[in-house]
């Protein structure tokens, strides 16, 4: 079983973001799976411009990492996304890696795949955060598991810090867990579906100028 992180501080993983992800992956690897980290500190992810490309190709013609992140996505079976609140939302690393997904939003592409979110913040917050990373894995047609989020108590500590790393590790093996038992999550169906239509319909409206979106719907419905 292959676990991804994407870490979008841009203190990597030396920052408050990276600790609190030390402890969910501890507890992935606790679960016998196997991790990989992408830090988008390193990784080079340009924000979208919009040519449609991707929607007419499959793939993002923009010279950059994207396509790399894309592809270990679209192979492993489960990602965890990690992000700071950056005035109520996430970096904007992360928002720039989130529009380049657009096309696999578009293809719901992860769906069977299975997600994790992290956040920390300065004074709280945390879960709008959450909320707003676990809405965009429903958009890729993965399932949430749940997140872990907290303020911060100085650099790289935090309030409650047993608790909230065995949190943190029960939401890593909570992750594993669920992919192995394939768990349904009911509750996130009805936007997931609600969604689906939306997508398919977008996409069957944009027919003519989509053919990688066409066909991947007309394979998928
Ligand atoms: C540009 C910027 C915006 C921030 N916005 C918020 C915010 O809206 N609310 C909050 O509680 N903390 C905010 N913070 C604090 C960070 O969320 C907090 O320090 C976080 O733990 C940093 O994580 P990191 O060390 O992994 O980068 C902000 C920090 C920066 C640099």
């Known amino acids: 079983m292959k676990i991804l992180a994407i870490i979008a501080s841009p203190r990597g993983m030396h920052g408050n973001t990276g600790r609190l992800l030390d402890e969910v992956l501890a507890g992935v690897e606790k679960s016998g799976a196997e991790t990989e980290i992408l830090s988008l500190k390193t990784l080079n992810v340009l924000p979208c411009v919009a040519c449609d490309v991707c929607h007419k190709t499959g793939f ?109 590790r029960n939401l890593g093996q909570e992750l594993c867990q669920s992919i192995k038992d394939k768990r349904v999550y009911t509750g996130q169906d009805g936007f997931r579906e609600e969604f689906k239509l939306r997508m398919s319909g977008l996409v069957d409206m944009m027919k003519e100028y989509w053919p990688f979106e066409r066909e991947y719907w007309s394979k998928k419905l």
């Open 60 to 168: 993002c013609n923009i010279n950059d990492d994207y396509e790399v992140i894309k592809e270990k996505l679209l192979a492993c079976d489960g990602f965890i996304l990690a992000s700071p609140n950056y005035i109520f939302s996430v970096t904007a690393q992360m928002k720039a890696l989130f529009d380049r997904c657009n096309g696999l939003i578009h293809c719901m592409a992860l769906e069977g795949k299975y997600a994790a979110m992290v956040e920390t913040s300065g004074g709280g917050g945390d879960d709008e955060v959450l909320s707003y990373l676990s809405r965009f894995t429903n958009t890729l047609g993965a399932n949430s598991v749940g997140g872990v989020g907290s303020p911060i108590a100085g650099v790289r500590t935090f309030p409650d810090e047993e608790n909230l790393y065995a949190k943190a």
